[in-house]
């Protein structure tokens, strides 16, 4: 299973820093970045939803697969 660069089991969105990010890579090469606070709200997504329960939800909006080929949370990148 994958796992973050940062090192911390299981975090909520809550405990996620202003300056990280979720990063998603599906097998077809499309790849996003997304802030956590522009999930909360959505989908049933709140602040204390688990970031790695996301994962198996997570459908790629090209090809419609999942779940992702990978799934890691990294700091923002200017
Ligand atoms: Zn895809």
């Given at each position: 299973m994958?796992?973050?660069?940062?090192?911390?089991?299981d975090?909520?969105?809550?405990?996620?820093?202003?300056?990280e990010?979720?990063?998603?890579?599906c097998?077809?090469?499309?790849?996003?970045?997304?802030?956590?606070?522009?999930?909360?709200?959505?989908?049933?997504?709140?602040?204390?939803?688990?970031?790695?329960?996301?994962?198996?939800?997570?459908?790629?909006?090209?090809?419609?697969?999942?779940?992702?080929?990978d799934?890691?949370?990294?700091?923002?990148?200017?």
């Amino acid at each position: 299973m994958g796992r973050s660069f940062i090192d911390r089991t299981d975090p909520t969105f809550d405990d996620l820093g202003r300056r990280e990010v979720i990063n998603v890579r599906c097998n077809c090469g499309r790849e996003v970045q997304i802030a956590p606070y522009q999930l909360i709200g959505q989908h049933g997504i709140q602040k204390h939803t688990k970031v790695w329960s996301l994962r198996d939800r997570f459908r790629c909006t090209k090809c419609r697969r999942r779940p992702p080929a990978d799934f890691w949370v990294a700091k923002w990148q200017d």
